[in-house]
């Protein structure tokens, strides 16, 4: 075949009707047009007029300098499927390791895949397959994803990995990873393992979005343990939400997020910890410029980085548990952070610590935040059923409550089953208790007066009730409110750390912000210094001591 620099997908056997399988064609059309590459040196262009383009039971080998464009999203469409090989994943592109030994010397190159949409819902694999991707590359250099739409992929829709001088731009992803339980790996909407080129990887992901993937809407991890976390990556202007995780760092250093959007996730916002394979979690990052709100656990999770980390000038705000919150998970690593920052942070209206302390920091720099108006979930219990109660999808109403807005916020309500109003979207129906009526439960991520607003059973889902929506007049109950709830809690080791010039009170009505500053029993308050703050107008003290602190000085702060 004569190998053209542009080739038309159409004059070389694809036929884009949705019905015939294109696979075969377009395997052929790329091998070609890889064998001229490597022959006199010159990239090539498959372009791939509007019509649905079915590929089935195999994926497609790339072959380095072969491009993929597209009509634009929506128009040009590959559909991925596997009715005849159910034990095999079937991204549109693969070339990995495993499969077909991809490293530095053995890579993909100069290859670029634009305007196009990938819709994996047709691939059903037996048990959960990470490779069921939409688009699965693995040592790619000099390589551009512009403009695409890949949703309801089994495992991770954009998985690619070890991208060096790489852009990763407009990217949507939608329901992917619709196999992942959400506990596996894989299963995010933008997935890239780094560490594969050494120290420095050159990668921009820019004008993302991940809306209602399995675990993560977009994340880092290292892939090797022995490997040294790369430095040269940076997440600019994206936006996650409704993921497990809104963006992780699991193995990079000095990863560069900026201008991020991080809403409705149901975990955290912002996730630093050992959660990806190797159990290394990110160091050296900065985080500025974000809003990281209405996230059901956390804002910030921080954790299992021996440090440093920086976090300038982002909201942190409305999360159903903490604004930032320093922990450490089993099997991570267990050392004090130091040189944690949080500089100029707006941390307000979250439902209990603005900023919780579980896990040791070494030299923490705390300055120049507002920590504001947190410990909103400040309602009592609460109960019902009957005339005035209703449950939708998403939401629980009882016209007779007269609850403190936000103040269930983070909260889980326990209704009685019974019947159903309708059958249910995801998930096995709820089984009796034995000498006990069943029950299902629902996360609350914010209320009115009258009205729970519920967190989906699982990202992308389009109900919160695993076992369908309860019948009108269900009986319902809340759990009453914990405290106390801070500004600053502190309930690990804490040494020589410096806050200052923070303003940490309450001035909402009524104030739910109990204290600016606990140290709880666990703490261990070691030397530093705390001064010109604001720790008035709190709703009890402005600090509290279960725990004296050690040295250090405390003074100047108003309040």
Known sequence: ???????????????????????????????????????????????????????????????????????????????????????????LAWFTTAQHGAGPENHIADVTFARFEIDGSRVQTEEYEVLAKGLGLQYVLRGRFSDLWIHDTAATGFGCDFLQDTVVEGVLTERCGRQDPGEKMGGAGIGIGVGGWGPVERLAVTDCTARGNGTNGIFLELQQEHWVPPRGIRVTACHTEDNRYGISDWGADGLLVTGCSMLGNHVAGFDVSAQGTTSVGGRGGIVTGCVLDGNAGDGIALGNTPGPYAFRGNRVSNNGRYGYWEHNLAGGDQEPATDVVLESNDVHDNALDGIRVDAPLHEPAIFGNRVRNNGRRAAGAAEGGGAGVRCGPLSLTDEGADWLPGGHRGKEVRVAAGDTAAEPAAGPPAEPATGAPAEVTALVVDNTATRLDLVPVRPGAVTAWPGGTPAPGAAYRLPDAPAPRAGLTAAAAVSHPYVHGNRVRDDGHPRTQVHAVWLAPDAVWTGGRVSGNDFGGNASAATRFDSPP???RWRDNAG
């Open 550 to 552: 050690s040295g250090g």
């Open 1 to 91: 075949m004569t190998a053209p620099l542009t080739a038309d997908a159409h004059v070389y056997g694809l036929a884009g009707d949705g019905t015939a399988d294109d696979g075969p064609a377009l395997q052929e059309l790329v091998d070609a047009l890889g064998d001229a590459t490597a022959a006199d040196g010159r990239p090539r262009t498959v372009r791939v007029p509007a019509g649905r383009y079915l590929v089935r039971d195999r994926p497609v080998r790339w072959r380095s300098g072969v491009s993929l464009v597209g009509a634009g999203r929506g128009a040009t469409c590959f559909v991925l499927a596997n009715p005849g090989a159910p034990d095999r994943p079937v991204p």
